[in-house]
């Protein structure tokens, strides 16, 4: 039996177009294929000009490169083509990525055993279809079977039974014109935040190396910078955690005092407003207590990642709390930041890389007057 999605009835349409939405399914719209793997073994199957779409590549809508690629040789020996204007999906692993991903094969590509491809039957209809599956990708998540790593796996057959309703074909390109415009902005949007993230970045600089320099209130030199470390600024305190962790009993949803993983932060920006999990009396005991307008920075696998937390937390021992900061909080954070992969240093090729309060206590650090420090 077809698996149904809740039933399309549009409430927001175009005003032009009328008429019911016809169902069909997935199978019906498309050419179903497996891609697969040359050997690995065999050096004439890879570095050819042949992009090579698996997991790792598929982070963008529209797929044209791959990090991988493999020759004529390979496709014929081992792998598929998915051609241009081609739906790929990843339908082993999903689980990992907390997403289904998916994307349109921008020119003819090879493909991993991991994805499907889709082949739509009517090129029209194929950026409507794109988008309705990248709309309905909660449901799709919800059919992901398995955990563990390279698991999560999303079954052929369930996908291929899947029901969509769609109007007639000049609706259709209707949509998926005003949704590309909408992507299209979208992308001028994040260009634009990635150019002033530049700027950012290069001004930090500036401002740390001194090269410049702010003045007081009526036109005054700030005094020189002195060196010192992050010891000398605060206490630095590690965090604990309550054992075994996995214990439901140190944890509450009736608790106002989050329990902050590095999950929560990566999340987050320059503040830290809530965390997935929230500690019981009994876990709070156990762990370390921040107050709010702290600032915490990560000190294990994901290193050096500093954040000021806006509610009260507890942190376990892959965090350490600035307490008593005699500095200006933003000041330091913003120093934190652009010191933040320089932490890598301290760490050793193919071990995981762990930081202790000696470590950073004993970072350098050069101090403007606090006055210039707010400016």
């Not at 050096?43 to 529209?62: C, E, H, K, Q, V």
Request: aromatic fraction near 10%.
């Amino acid at each position: 039996m077809s698996k149904k999605l809740k039933k399309n009835v549009p409430q927001l349409r175009f005003p032009e177009f009328k008429g019911d939405w016809q169902s069909k399914t997935l199978e019906e719209l498309a050419e179903w294929s497996s891609g697969g793997t040359p050997s690995k073994e065999k050096l004439d199957y890879w570095n050819g000009d042949i992009p090579w779409i698996s997991a790792s590549s598929m982070y963008y809508d529209i797929l044209f490169d791959s990090d991988q690629k493999i020759t004529e040789l390979g496709l014929e020996n081992g792998s598929r083509l998915a051609t241009k204007g081609s739906i790929l999906i990843l339908v082993r692993g999903s689980i990992l990525y907390n997403r289904i991903p998916m994307g349109i094969a921008g020119r003819d590509l090879a493909f991993n055993q991991d994805v499907k491809c889709l082949k739509i039957h009517n090129k029209r209809e194929l950026f409507f279809l794109f988008y309705w599956l990248k709309a309905n990708e909660n449901f799709l998540k919800s059919l992901v079977s398995g955990t563990g790593i390279g698991a999560g796996k999303l079954d052929t057959s369930q996908l291929k039974e899947l029901i969509l309703f769609k109007p007639f074909i000049e609706e259709q390109e209707k949509i998926a014109s005003f949704l590309r415009a909408v992507d299209r902005r979208l992308s001028q949007l994040r260009r634009k935040q990635e150019l002033l993230q530049t700027y950012k970045r290069g001004v930090m600089q500036k401002i740390f190396s001194q090269e410049i320099r702010f003045k007081g209130a009526i036109g005054s030199e700030f005094p020189d910078w002195e060196a010192t470390n992050l010891g000398e600024i605060a206490k630095i305190k590690r965090g604990a955690s309550p054992r075994p962790i996995s214990s439901s009993k140190w944890f509450s949803v009736k608790s106002n005092i989050g329990w902050v993983r590095i999950s929560d932060v990566t999340k987050s920006d320059k503040y830290l407003d809530k965390t997935e999990q929230y500690l019981s009396a009994s876990g709070i005991e156990k762990s370390k207590f921040v107050s709010s307008e702290n600032l915490i920075m990560s000190i294990c696998a994901t290193i050096g990642k500093p954040i000021i937390n806006k509610i009260d937390v507890c942190i376990h021992d892959g965090f350490v709390v600035f307490e008593n900061l005699k500095t200006d909080i933003l000041f330091t954070y913003f120093f934190l930041k652009r010191i933040e992969s320089g932490w890598k240093k301290y760490g050793q090729p193919g071990i995981q890389l762990n930081l202790n309060t000696d470590i950073v206590s004993n970072e350098s650090i050069y101090l403007p007057s606090l006055e210039e420090q707010k400016k």
